[in-house]
């Protein structure tokens, strides 16, 4: 097992999880999604996140994608597994198994369950650090909406300093710019890595604030390699310019199709047999497929063309 450097920063978009047309894992299309994200030039992947459907999988597919994307990735890049859970017992078991498998962080949300079960400041901070203290590996907060839980600025800078494997953190609220530039100024060097998500639909303004990380969809990181290469060599006008070309399919994948977009590209590209979500998920309508492809085909990220 290969011991990846830190600070962990870069690409590292979101694998999908492929099913059969009945509902099964599609194993088989799960190792070309590796595969082909590995050649996306990305700097790790994420599994079992949301717009990996793990709220669609039994605990038992999850432990069974852990091994499969593990072994299908060989060392070649970091893997990110996502253990969220409700329940601190069932989260920290998720990332002991994880990092046993050789996963090279964890990712976690808050715990939340529907939309008024939550915890306080107190209960949160041990549930992050049971999490990270199980996995012995560094640990991901993902700040995103969904939980419908406020992580204040303060409250993630005291987790930075006093749980030295959490400092790494997803930020995908709104105005998540300044958000990120507030929690860096904050926690200073304890911040290790300052993250956006939400498709990068906000890359330019977040880099520009201090992100060192994006965590997209694994429809065009081949794509945003260029436009974050850029920004990190000093060539802002070049990368503000490669991300204007990139916009449009991310605005359309983030406002219209969701985690289906990466699904529905890749079947068109070879990569996988199916664009199936499980029920009662349903599959983009036509209009919206065809519009998506449309922009797809002008972008041309690797995701359209890898399989044929």
């Known amino acids: 097992m290969v011991t990846f450097s830190r ?19 599609d194993l088989d299309g799960q190792r070309r999604v590796i595969d082909c994200m590995v050649d996306q030039r990305v700097d790790g992947i994420c599994i079992l996140a949301n717009y990996s459907e793990q709220y669609a999988l039994t605990d038992a597919e999850r432990d069974t994608l852990i091994d499969v994307c593990l072994e299908q990735t060989a060392d070649r890049v970091p893997v990110m597994v996502t253990c969220s859970h409700f329940t601190t017992r069932i989260a920290a078991d998720r990332a002991r198994r994880a990092a046993a498998a050789g996963a090279s962080l964890i990712m976690v949300m808050p715990p939340y369950h529907g939309a008024t079960m939550r915890v306080d400041e107190a209960a949160m901070f041990e549930h992050f650090a049971r999490v990270a ?3 012995g590996v560094p640990v ?4 995103a909406p969904l939980s419908g839980v406020a992580l204040s600025v303060p409250f993630l800078a005291r987790i930075a300093r006093e749980l030295p494997l959490v400092r790494y953190f997803k930020i995908e609220v709104p105005q998540a710019a300044a958000k990120l530039r507030a929690l860096i100024a904050a926690g200073g060097n304890t911040i290790e890595g300052p ?3 939400e498709e990068a639909i906000t890359l330019m303004p977040d880099l520009d604030a201090g992100a060192t990380g994006t965590m997209s969809s694994a429809l065009l990181p081949d794509l945003i390699r260029q436009v974050f290469d850029d920004f990190r060599a000093g060539r802002r006008e070049e990368a503000r310019q490669g991300y204007a070309r990139i916009l449009p399919l991310i605005n359309y994948e983030n406002r219209q199709c969701g985690l289906r977009a990466t699904k529905t590209v890749m079947m068109e590209g070879g990569v996988i047999k199916s664009d199936a979500v499980r029920h009662p998920l349903e599959a983009l309508a036509g209009a919206t497929r065809a519009e998506l492809l449309e922009l797809a ?6 995701a359209l063309r890898w399989g044929r």
């Open 195 to 197: 993250f956006d998500g």
């Open 140 to 143: 991901m907060i993902q700040d």
């Open 133 to 135: 203290e199980a996995a």
């Open 297 to 302: 085909r002008e972008a041309n990220p690797l």
């Open 7 to 25: 600070p962990f920063s870069g690409l590292f978009p979101v694998a999908p999880t492929p099913f059969t047309e009945s509902g099964d894992l």
